[in-house]
């Protein structure tokens, strides 16, 4: 198997960026990482690139496929981000969430960690078939039977985390336990706040369905939500992204989506 792999990153209404992204291939194995920082402008943007080349680092370091490796890389960025704290009393209050991801390209299998609202999407056959929770206290209404999950993008505490790197309390990242076998055509999306607050799960759907290749799909995204976010007036947030494809070793990557299309409109 290979990857068909794009990213992509933007500042949207703010001043400074505070989201990164890092990825690494050892062998066979790959890894991918975002993070958005909260903290103060230079404080969520230290601990964003803290986090991602925290676990970047470690996995190159000891490269492996297992839960425990993965705990351990992520592991590994809370204490160099609780280190940084302790050595600068102006970061105090800077944290970051996490996705990330592994693929074992030899053995056809994945596990993903997470942490805060930075989120995980798994599709197969162009449907979304496992998506990470959110640590947020938006969610947690969710789970208490107090909000639905549609309202998750309004809420007005859906940015609220109660757990992130640097501000983990008592909760800890979730890590996948077995790994998930993948299929030719799997896709995941590894997305902050700033692009799945603007885009709808069946929207993700239907342009996966119709785009040939990772960059004309993570791209259609891209424009869907930020025609979305215009309509709204609203200020949006840094946006960043991984849009991964399985592809076999010799398929052909087909050409972009058909610029004209649109995916359907939801009620």
């Given at each position: ?84 704290k302790l050595d600068n009393a102006r970061q105090q209050q ?151 494809i399985v592809r076999d070793e010799n398929e052909d990557i ?14």
């Amino acid at each position: 198997m290979r990857l068909d792999i794009a990213q992509i990153t933007g500042i949207g209404d703010r001043q400074t960026n505070q989201d990164a992204l890092a990825s690494a291939i050892e062998d066979d194995l790959a890894c991918f990482v975002l993070a958005d920082g909260t903290g103060g402008h230079a404080g969520g943007e230290l601990a964003a690139h803290l986090v991602t080349g925290s676990i970047v680092e470690k996995f190159l370091q000891e490269a492996s496929f297992s839960a425990r490796a993965l705990r351990s890389y992520v592991d590994w960025a809370i204490y160099q981000v609780a280190q940084r704290k302790l050595d600068n009393a102006r970061q105090q209050q800077m944290s970051a969430t996490v996705a990330a991801l592994l693929i074992d390209q030899s053995n056809h299998c994945a596990l993903w960690a997470h942490l805060g609202d930075t989120r995980i999407y798994l599709f197969r056959d162009g449907k979304i078939i496992a998506v990470s929770k959110d640590h947020s206290h938006a969610q947690r209404l969710v789970d208490a039977g107090y909000a639905e999950y549609e309202v998750l993008r309004q809420h007005p505490q859906r940015s609220v985390l109660f757990a992130a790197i640097g501000a983990e309390g008592d909760s800890h990242p979730e890590v996948t336990l077995e790994a998930t076998l993948l299929q030719h055509g799997d896709a995941f999306l590894l997305c902050s706040d700033g692009l799945w607050e603007w885009i709808l799960e069946n929207e993700m759907e239907q342009v996966l369905t119709f785009a040939g290749n990772a960059d004309a799909w993570l791209t259609a995204m891209a424009d869907i939500a930020g025609q979305h976010n215009m309509a709204s007036r609203a200020d949006r947030d840094n946006f960043s992204a991984f849009a991964i494809i399985v592809r076999d070793e010799n398929e052909d990557i087909a050409g972009p989506v058909d610029t004209d299309w649109r995916p359907e409109q939801s009620d």
